[in-house]
């Protein structure tokens, strides 16, 4: 009766040994592994340098007075000139009233679309197979959240509704004739007559007189902070712009930004502006209350002031991206490289021989490469450095562009050799 449970202890004995051995050599083997490696892989690196400054725009303040206001236009939008950008009311029950309105010529609306296409009503079956697919597209664009077309194919659905109600229904069944819809449609055009008439007395439309991009945020600076001022500007200037808090116009509905060029002004340094030149391109990287990159011309270095510097920088481009942005921190990229990444313990220097064909003369030269791991052998890779990082470099693969040459020049995923000992091209690693 006791074999059983001895057996037992004995076998898990045995396993417990058997797996102290089995990590005690993976240790060993570990530790005594008289090389380590790493990954090798694509990268980009900037010189860059931060900067907080204030976006200008040609702007000109909407106004407006009213209980409720309702802007037509969404946030950077293009706004054509005599168009109404925002709705005035002088009272919430005037606002409601205006939402009945709507929904009213709404109704309207699919009544009239769905007695234009009553003529083209089949029978039932067909009729409840484009009621489904109507459903199905609706739900599908609501669930990509794709909204461009929304209307329309609710519109379209409900129309399809009327249709099967109208070939179909019948007075005992609760369906709507075409007499119905027809009889329908005049009490909606009553409703809204009336209704109009009473909106004229409360409710008032704020047009512009001349085409812009229309934003919803006024935040003072609007005329504190102009294009036409802009060279004036000093880093003093500046300093107290932030430090200030303009106070908000109440009576403003919004504002039209007149040009499609903006600017971005900020101090800098001498030795930091010693890396712009006026007319040249940099790159302006925005990552808080706006993520993305845009090229912007630098307008103006200004005269240096007490060590520091007015930078004016000018671009047309993210126009519509950038109405709610002010004052900003952002990343000024002067120069970016692009190469391979790998770690500096990799990077080797080493003399290698050549002997010229022709004369047969051999010259000995210094080239600097990284050992790669190809099969079960370490195969030297010549590189060259183009900027250097802490802990990492970033190289370019040396190519020698003969055909059938090129293929065993570096390359990001190739595993690379960090550190060993006695290492030369062709060695068995593996």
Same mark, same amino acid.
């Given at each position: 009766?006791?074999?059983?449970?001895?057996?037992?202890?004995?076998?898990?004995?045995?396993?417990?040994?058997?797996?102290?051995?089995?990590? =005690?050599?993976?240790?060993?083997?570990?530790?005594?592994?008289?090389?380590?490696?790493?990954? !090798?892989?694509?990268?980009?690196?900037?010189?860059?340098?931060?900067?907080?400054?204030?976006?200008?725009?040609?702007?000109?303040?909407?106004?407006?007075?009213?209980?409720?206001?309702?802007?037509?236009?969404?946030?950077?939008?293009?706004?054509?000139? =005599?168009?109404?950008?925002?709705?005035?009311?002088?009272?919430?029950?005037?606002?409601?009233?205006?939402?009945?309105?709507?929904?009213?010529?709404?109704?309207?609306?699919?009544?009239?679309?769905?007695?234009?296409?009553?003529?083209?009503?089949?029978?039932?079956?067909?009729?409840?197979?484009?009621?489904?697919?109507?459903?199905?597209?609706?739900?599908?664009?609501?669930?990509?959240?794709?909204?461009?077309?929304?209307?329309?194919?609710?519109?379209?659905?409900?129309?399809?509704?009327?249709?099967?109600?109208?070939?179909?229904?019948?007075?005992?069944?609760?369906?709507?004739?075409?007499?119905?819809?027809?009889?329908?449609?005049?009490?909606?055009?009553?409703?809204?007559? !009336?209704?109009?008439?009473?909106?004229?007395?409360?409710?008032?439309?704020?047009?512009?007189?001349?085409?812009?991009?229309?934003?919803?945020?006024?935040?003072?600076?609007?005329?504190?902070?102009?294009?036409?001022?802009?060279?004036?500007?000093?880093?003093?200037?500046?300093?107290?712009?932030?430090?200030?808090?303009?106070?908000?116009?109440?009576? !403003?509905?919004?504002?039209?930004?007149?040009?499609?060029?903006?600017?971005?002004?900020?101090?800098?340094?001498?030795?930091?502006?010693?890396?712009?030149?006026?007319?040249?391109?940099?790159?302006?990287?925005?990552?808080?209350?706006?993520?993305?990159?845009?090229?912007?011309?630098?307008?103006?270095?200004?005269?240096?002031?007490?060590?520091?510097?007015?930078?004016?920088?000018?671009?047309?481009?993210?126009?519509?991206?950038?109405?709610?942005?002010?004052?900003?921190?952002?990343?000024?990229?002067?120069?970016?490289?692009?190469?391979?990444?790998?770690?500096?313990? !990799?990077?080797?220097?080493?003399?290698?021989?050549?002997?010229?064909?022709?004369?047969?003369?051999?010259?000995?030269?210094?080239?600097?490469?990284?050992?790669?791991?190809?099969?079960?052998?370490?195969?030297?890779?010549?590189?060259?450095?183009?900027?250097?990082?802490?802990?990492?470099?970033?190289?370019?693969?040396?190519?020698?562009?003969?055909?059938?040459?090129?293929?065993?020049?570096?390359?990001?995923?190739?595993?690379?050799?960090?550190?060993?000992?006695?290492?030369?091209?062709?060695?068995?690693?593996?």
């Amino acid at each position: 009766m006791k074999q059983g449970p001895l057996l037992n202890r004995i076998l898990m004995l045995v396993l417990f040994a058997a797996l102290l051995i089995y990590l =005690g050599v993976y240790v060993w083997d570990s530790m005594n592994d008289p090389f380590t490696t790493a990954t !090798a892989y694509a990268c980009t690196v900037d010189d860059a340098m931060e900067a907080t400054g204030f976006l200008v725009r040609e702007e000109q303040v909407i106004q407006g007075n009213g209980a409720v206001v309702d802007q037509l236009f969404n946030e950077g939008e293009k706004v054509a000139r =005599g168009q109404t950008v925002a709705v005035l009311y002088g009272s919430a029950e005037a606002a409601e009233r205006r939402n009945t309105l709507l929904a009213l010529e709404n109704e309207r609306d699919q009544l009239q679309y769905a007695l234009t296409q009553s003529a083209d009503a089949g029978d039932n079956a067909r009729l409840s197979g484009e009621i489904i697919d109507a459903i199905t597209t609706l739900r599908s664009s609501v669930a990509s959240e794709d909204f461009t077309r929304l209307e329309d194919q609710t519109l379209e659905l409900k129309s399809l509704i009327y249709q099967r109600a109208d070939a179909f229904g019948t007075e005992e069944e609760g369906g709507t004739t075409v007499a119905e819809m027809q009889n329908r449609i005049q009490e909606l055009n009553a409703q809204i007559s !009336a209704l109009q008439s009473q909106s004229s007395q409360d409710t008032t439309r704020v047009t512009v007189s001349q085409p812009g991009t229309f934003s919803g945020m006024v935040d003072g600076f609007e005329t504190l902070l102009t294009p036409d001022g802009l060279e004036n500007l000093t880093p003093a200037d500046l300093d107290k712009l932030s430090a200030q808090t303009p106070q908000q116009d109440t009576t !403003a509905v919004g504002k039209l930004i007149t040009s499609s060029t903006w600017y971005f002004v900020c101090a800098l340094s001498e030795e930091e502006a010693a890396n712009l030149t006026e007319g040249k391109d940099i790159t302006v990287r925005f990552s808080r209350d706006w993520s993305g990159s845009v090229d912007m011309e630098v307008e103006r270095l200004g005269p240096p002031q007490g060590g520091r510097m007015t930078v004016i920088l000018s671009t047309d481009r993210f126009l519509a991206d950038t109405t709610l942005l002010r004052k900003q921190t952002v990343d000024l990229v002067f120069r970016s490289k692009s190469g391979i990444r790998v770690p500096t313990q !990799a990077i080797r220097t080493e003399e290698r021989s050549e002997t010229n064909e022709e004369t047969g003369e051999t010259t000995v030269r210094q080239v600097t490469g990284v050992y790669a791991i190809v099969g079960v052998q370490a195969e030297f890779k010549e590189v060259t450095v183009v900027d250097q990082r802490e802990g990492y470099c970033v190289v370019t693969p040396v190519t020698t562009g003969v055909p059938g040459t090129d293929k065993k020049a570096l390359r990001s995923g190739d595993e690379i050799i960090v550190t060993g000992k006695d290492l030369f091209d062709g060695k068995v690693v593996r």
